[in-house]
T-cell receptor, first 115, second 112 residues
Framework: GAVVSQHPSWVICKSGTSVKIECRSLDFQATTMFWYRQFPKQSLMLMATSNEGSKATYEQGVEKDKFLINHASLTLSTLTVTSAHPEDSSFYICSARDHTGKSLHFGNGTRLTVT | GENVEQHPSTLSVQEGDSAVIKCTYS??????FPWYKQELGKGPQLIIDIRSNVGEKKDQRIAVTLNKTAKHFSLHITETQPEDSAVYFC???????????FGKGTTLSVSS
């Protein structure tokens, strides 16, 4: 149980275009999901907290207009990287708490490369 | 806010030996401490967690200890195997639904 599915697993896009990443909780409902960013050989940095039915809460330094988060249902949160630039290339990972509300489970991440 | 320090950054052991990774945290309100294993190109996988009302937890070859007074917790892997080679992250949060704050990770290499 407690499976978090992330799609796509990798994507290549051109500078200036937008990319949408989906995060789904497959066997449980998640009122809260979290989006992290990870650079090579570095730790996971929290970008934002996605709340179902309300606006996301962004961490300091994360541009909310660039990283659009939508959490329209209890099983789906999306992250859209708008007007992507090469410096946005990174590994993006979502996570959600399981039905117990205690443990946090991660998707398998999305490798974004902006050319 | 919470700050999590993790040591060592790299750890190399022989197969069969034990491996210990240590973390300290700053926020005394934190009371949930999970450990994740991350393999190359994949998301982190929860391997064990501990809450503040428990001092030690064990699951087969993996154990975690927590010292709330000193604000540190450790991961112990016994009888290591080559497939244990990965990056391990510790994390901390309170149980109010907040996100996890991660340590910088430890790259564990187990040689046969």
């Amino acid at each position: 149980g407690a499976v978090v599915s992330q799609h796509p697993s990798w994507v290549i896009c051109k500078s200036g275009t937008s990319v949408k990443i989906e995060c789904r909780s497959l066997d449980f409902q998640a009122t809260t999901m979290f989006w992290y960013r990870q650079f090579p050989k570095q730790s996971l940095m929290l970008m934002a907290t996605s709340n179902e039915g309300s606006k996301a809460t962004y961490e300091q330094g994360v541009e909310k207009d660039k990283f659009l988060i939508n959490h329209a249902s209890l099983t789906l949160s999306t992250l859209t990287v708008t007007s992507a630039h090469p410096e946005d290339s990174s590994f993006y990972i979502c996570s959600a708490r399981d039905h117990t509300g205690k443990s946090l489970h991660f998707g398998n991440g999305t490798r974004l490369t902006v050319t | 806010g919470e700050n999590v320090e993790q040591h060592p950054s790299t750890l190399s052991v022989q197969e069969g030996d034990s491996a210990v990774i240590k973390c300290t945290y700053s926020d005394s309100a934190s009371n949930y401490f999970p450990w994740y294993k991350q393999e190359l190109g994949k998301g982190p996988q929860l391997i064990i967690d501990i809450r503040s009302n428990v001092g030690e937890k064990k699951d087969q070859r993996i154990a975690v200890t927590l010292n709330k007074t000193a604000k540190h917790f450790s991961l112990h892997i016994t009888e290591t195997q080559p497939e244990d080679s990965a990056v391990y992250f510790c994390a901390a949060s309170d149980q109010a639904g907040t996100a996890l704050i991660f340590g910088k990770g430890t790259t564990l290499s187990v040689s046969s």
